[in-house]
C-alpha cells in the first residue's frame, strides 16, 4: 500500500504563494489516482497561522525553527528530510521556484530518494510515480518514472490553476512536529534584490502585451503600451527586445525571465522560441499575432492572427478605445 503525497507549502514574505496551490491541486489528482491521501507540509514562522488556507490537505504538517526564518535550501532541506524519515511519504511534490529550488533535490540526497525536477504533471501508472517533465525550455518532453519512495518531484509553476488548489475550509488536522537543526545554516539569505523602483511586476499583471523582435522598432512599443494601458495591464517582452534595451530587463518573460500567467497575453512580433513559451504558456488566453503564419508561437496560442504586429496592436487598441467612447456617450 502506498503512503500519502506531500506538497511542500511555499512562503513568501509571509504569505502561501500561488505555485503552493497548484502543486496542491496537481497532489490532489496524484493522490485521488494511488487512493492515499494529501498533506501539506509548512515549515518555517507563523506555520498554523498559514496552515489554514491549505484545506485541500487533509493534514499539514508545521514545522517552526528559528533556522527556518528566511528561505534558505539548507535548513529546509534537513527538516523536509527528518520529516520525511518520520512520516513516510510515497510522494514529495516541491515547488521549482526562485524560493524554493534545491530544497527538494537536497532533501532527496538526504534521503537516499530519487529526485526528478521539471515536472509538468505526475501520475500513478503502473503502479509507479511517473513525472511529465519539460527539459531545455521545452525542447525535450520526457516521462521519467521514479525508482523509489519518496519519490521527490520538483513542479512547475502552472502545473495546474491556484484556484483548484484552494479551499474555503481549513484542514482537518494541522499538526506541530519538532525538528532538530542546527541554529547557523552555510548558506544564508543575505539579501532580497528589489526589482528597480517604478517598475512594473509583470506577474501580477492580469493583462500582459509582449512584444517581440517583429515588432520592428522601440518607436512602435508605444502602441503596446497604449493597448495594455487599455486592458488595464502592462508591456513586457522577448529577451531580443530586452536586448536592445527596448525595455528593461524585468519585464522579459521566459527562461531567463520572468514566468507569467495573466487571463489575458497578446504575443506581438514573438517567434513562440521554447524559451520563451516556458514563461508564458500558463496564461488564460494567448492570442498571438505575426506575420508567418507557421510561427511556433501559433502552436501554444488560443486564438491568431496573421498581420503586421504593430497596425494590429493599433486596430485593437482603436477597437477598445471606440467601445469606450460608446459607453461613455
Ligand atoms: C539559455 C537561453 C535563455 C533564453 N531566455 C529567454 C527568455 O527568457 N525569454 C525570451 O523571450 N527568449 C529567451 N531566449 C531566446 C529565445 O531562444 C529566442 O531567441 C527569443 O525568444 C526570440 O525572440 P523573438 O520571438 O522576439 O524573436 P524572433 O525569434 O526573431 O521572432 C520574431 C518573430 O516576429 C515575426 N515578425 C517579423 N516581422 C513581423 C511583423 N511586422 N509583425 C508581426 N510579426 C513579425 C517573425 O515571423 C518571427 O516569428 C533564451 C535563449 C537561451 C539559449
Known amino acids: 500500500m502506498p503512503g500519502k503525497v506531500w506538497v511542500l507549502a511555499e512562503v513568501w514574505r509571509g504569505e502561501v504563494t500561488e505555485i503552493t496551490y497548484e502543486a496542491l491541486a496537481l497532489g490532489r489528482d496524484l ?4 487512493g492515499v491521501p494529501l498533506e501539506a507540509v509548512l515549515l518555517g514562522r507563523d506555520g498554523k497561522t498559514l496552515a489554514a488556507s491549505l484545506g485541500a490537505a487533509s493534514r499539514v504538517l508545521v514545522a517552526d525553527h528559528p533556522a527556518l526564518a528566511d528561505a534558505a535550501p539548507e535548513p529546509y532541506a534537513e ?7 518520520r512520516e513516510c511519504p510515497a510522494a514529495i511534490l516541491t515547488p521549482l521556484t526562485n524560493v524554493s529550488l534545491g530544497i527538494g533535490t537536497l532533501a532527496a540526497a538526504k534521503l537516499g530518494a530519487p529526485a ?16 511529465h517533465c519539460l527539459l531545455y525550455g521545452g525542447k525535450i518532453e520526457a516521462d521519467v518514472a521514479a525508482a523509489g519512495e519518496p519519490a521527490v518531484l520538483g513542479i512547475w509553476p502552472g ?29 544564508r539569505l543575505r539579501e532580497v534584490i528589489e526589482p528597480e523602483a517604478g517598475e512594473v511586476d509583470v506577474t501580477q499583471q492580469e493583462a500582459l502585451v509582449a512584444v517581440g523582435r517583429g515588432i520592428g522598432s522601440q518607436d512602435n512599443i508605444a502602441v503596446a503600451t497604449e493597448l495594455a494601458d487599455l486592458l488595464g495591464g502592462a508591456v513586457c517582452g522577448s ?36 524559451e520563451h513559451v516556458e514563461g508564458m504558456r500558463g496564461a488564460g488566453t494567448i492570442v498571438a499575432i505575426n506575420t508567418d503564419p507557421h510561427a511556433p508561437i501559433f502552436g501554444v496560442a488560443h ?15 482603436e477597437a477598445i478605445r471606440g467601445r469606450h467612447g460608446k459607453a461613455a456617450a
Not at 168 to 175: C, R, S, Y
Not at 244 to 262: F, N
Not at 304 to 311: F, N, P
Open 31 to 34: 493522490a485521488g489516482q494511488m
Open 79 to 85: 527538516a523536509l528530510a527528518q520529516l520525511a524519515r
Open 116 to 131: 526528478i525536477n521539471f515536472c509538468q504533471d505526475v501520475r500513478f501508472e503502473d503502479r509507479r510515480i511517473v513525472a
Open 159 to 187: 502545473a495546474r490553476p491556484a484556484e483548484a488548489g484552494r479551499s474555503e475550509q481549513p484542514p482537518a488536522v494541522v499538526e506541530e512536529l519538532a525538528v532538530d537543526l542546527p541554529a547557523a545554516a552555510p548558506v
Open 239 to 274: 529577451r531580443p527586445v530586452i536586448d536592445q534595451g527596448w525595455l528593461a530587463l524585468s519585464r522579459q518573460v521566459g527562461k531567463s525571465g520572468a514566468t507569467v500567467k495573466p487571463k489575458l497575453y497578446i504575443a506581438a512580433g514573438v517567434s513562440g522560441a521554447p
Open 303 to 317: 486564438l491568431g492572427i496573421v498581420g503586421d504586429a504593430a497596425e494590429v496592436l493599433a486596430a485593437m487598441a
